[in-house]
């Protein structure tokens, strides 16, 4: 076949990993040529970047039917696409047709959020933790109301206070004859 070789290799390029297909030599010795594929392969093809691959082993018919190929593939992830984006829309249209708007959609997200959430065992355990400290503490609080109302009745019935009581009863009832004879005068 005229002594060309054809050779390609597997290159990262400025679209993503591609194939380089080079032609190392041409019938009458013209001068090297290069063209770069860039195919974006989203399937690993290949076992490592960098392999060398043998396009001289493809027949033409071969080649002529990946071509086909790959030419249906992206005419039908364009399909696809286009499939999506009207789905996308119909889904908008009827969400606007029952009420539901975009607010909605996330108090609806939110709530059962903290539905799952308060369902969750690391929820439950964490309440059951803050129940038992509450209780806890609570009875710890009960326990120095009960001391402290101990110790003023204590206090209370102490000579000391019942001086001060005292004290304090006479003031108040001088303070009142005072003020009656003041008011009287």
């Not at 996308?88 to 047709?97: M, S």
């Not at 929820?123 to 009875?139: C, H, L, P, R």
């Given at each position: 076949?005229?002594?060309?070789?054809?050779?390609?290799?597997?290159?990262?390029?400025?679209?993503?990993?591609?194939?380089?297909?080079?032609?190392?030599?041409?019938?009458?010795?013209?001068?090297?040529?290069?063209?770069?594929?860039?195919?974006?392969?989203?399937?690993?093809?290949?076992?490592?970047?960098?392999?060398?691959?043998?396009?001289?082993?493809?027949?033409?018919?071969?080649?002529?039917?990946?071509?086909?190929?790959?030419?249906?593939?992206?005419?039908?992830?364009?399909?696809?696409?286009?499939?999506?984006?009207?789905?996308?829309?119909?889904?908008?249209?009827?969400?606007?047709?029952?009420?539901?708007?975009?607010?909605?959609?996330?108090?609806?997200?939110?709530?059962?959020?903290?539905?799952?959430?308060?369902?969750s065992v690391i929820y439950k355990k964490?309440?059951?933790?803050?129940?038992?400290?509450?209780?806890?503490?609570?009875?710890?609080?009960?326990?120095?109301?009960?001391?402290?109302?101990?110790?003023?009745?204590?206090?209370?019935?102490?000579?000391?206070?019942?001086?001060?009581?005292?004290?304090?009863?006479?003031?108040?009832?001088?303070?009142?004859?005072?003020?009656?004879?003041?008011?009287?005068?």
């Amino acid at each position: 076949a005229g002594g060309a070789e054809r050779r390609g290799k597997f290159v990262e390029g400025d679209g993503g990993w591609g194939l380089m297909e080079v032609t190392e030599q041409d019938v009458g010795s013209r001068q090297v040529h290069t063209d770069y594929q860039h195919v974006l392969l989203e399937t690993e093809c290949f076992s490592e970047p960098g392999a060398n691959i043998d396009l001289g082993m493809q027949s033409e018919i071969e080649k002529e039917e990946l071509h086909v190929e790959l030419a249906k593939l992206e005419e039908e992830i364009s399909a696809l696409r286009q499939t999506l984006i009207a789905k996308e829309k119909h889904l908008v249209e009827i969400k606007q047709k029952m009420g539901i708007t975009p607010l909605n959609e996330i108090k609806h997200n939110l709530s059962k959020s903290w539905h799952d959430m308060q369902t969750s065992v690391i929820y439950k355990k964490t309440q059951e933790t803050f129940n038992n400290t509450g209780q806890k503490a609570s009875a710890a609080l009960n326990n120095v109301s009960s001391t402290l109302t101990k110790k003023l009745g204590d206090m209370k019935n102490s000579p000391t206070f019942k001086s001060i009581e005292e004290r304090m009863e006479t003031t108040v009832s001088s303070l009142k004859v005072m003020i009656l004879l003041a008011m009287w005068w």
